[in-house]
């Protein structure tokens, strides 16, 4: 195959690899993702993998690698490549609904189903405000997978059902909760539209944090060196398009913001065009982790607050500023650099080579802790 590197990632990896690999077939050598540029006058350009297999398996198989900042392509002799082009065992990384025991609960934001008008820009928020100073009780800041990267929140009505009567009191608030339920019940072929129509005030979820959440993009630049995750205040509201950790240890957030978890998500889930889908129960939930010990979760914790501090050191500046990978500052280089060692430690006592290196361990580790034996 000379193919598009989807069909070596995420869901498709079961549906196809699962097929020929299981019917026999081997996948005697392989060239990882390398984007492929043509001759069109705007340079269109793809990522793509040439996978060579057979019926007929030979003892050793040859992956060529194009590591981050290698001068030249290098080849590997492995006794086997899976489906995801790494060298290892034929195992197929499924769904988990829950994350191994040790980690925190990732979950999707809350969704306003068919509650735009719950929604606002900063400058409607401040427009209602302005005219009424009992609505700023009311509002909170609203996250999305964009607002998350560029830090500026929009804003939405967060009303509980405590205080629904004293909201409803103000003019231009009612009108909007009017609006949700009128759009929710002409949804008349949705069950859960019709349901929430009774509660037009609320989004589907009603879920906060007590301290603070982790803010997980669904979507975000491959460009980037490490996947954005940023750290709200308890008064933060997470959208269904974002993923959120509430009241969770920090130590999770090293995890997150680690290369180990970059190249992880980049393998295992599905892509945007050549965007990163990051999904929880695809690439959360299935993160091989070693058995942490109280002092790994110290440490790790240390790192995640170095990397905050680095980036409150640039304050403004927004996570797509910092992460340009061309102008990322050094001190916040430096604290994932030390972020990286500490973790990578955990896993084989010193920093891996590549990221070649990397995925096979997460392979090797995700195979023992699911039980799967090579097919």
Sequence with gaps: FVSTNSICQGQQVPILWGALLGAGLSINFAYRSFKWSNLASNKAGVTVVIVGFSQKSIPRKTLYLNEQGASEV??????????????????????????????SHMQFGNHPYYGGDLIMSQSESKELTSSNSEV??????????????????????????????????????????????????????????????????????????????????????????????????SAAIVQEKAFAMYDAPLWNMALIASRLHWVWIGTVCVRMRTDFSYSNTLGWNTFPVPKLTEKNKEDLTRCAENILLAREAHFPATIADLYNPETMPENLQ???????????RIYIGRRFKNDTERLEKLFDIYTKMTGATAA
């Design 74 to 103: 290098t080849a590997k002799s492995v006794s086997n490549i899976n489906g995801y082009l790494v060298g290892g065992p034929n195992v197929s990384v499924e769904p988990k609904r829950r994350p191994a025991l040790q980690l």
């Design 136 to 233: 700023a009780r009311f509002l909170r800041p609203f996250y999305g997978s964009k607002e998350i990267i560029d830090q500026t929140p929009r804003a939405c009505l967060w009303i509980t059902d405590d205080v629904v009567e004293i909201a409803m009191q103000i003019p231009a608030v009612a009108e909007r909760i009017e609006s949700v339920r009128k759009s929710r019940l002409a949804a008349v072929k949705d069950k859960t539209a019709q349901q929430l129509a009774k509660t037009p005030h609320k989004f589907r979820e009603q879920v906060i944090a007590k301290r603070w959440c982790f803010g997980i993009p669904r979507v975000s630049s491959e460009n980037r060196p490490y996947l954005p995750v940023s750290l709200l205040d």
């Design 334 to 344: 430096q604290a994932h650099e030390e972020n990286d060692e500490t973790l990578e």
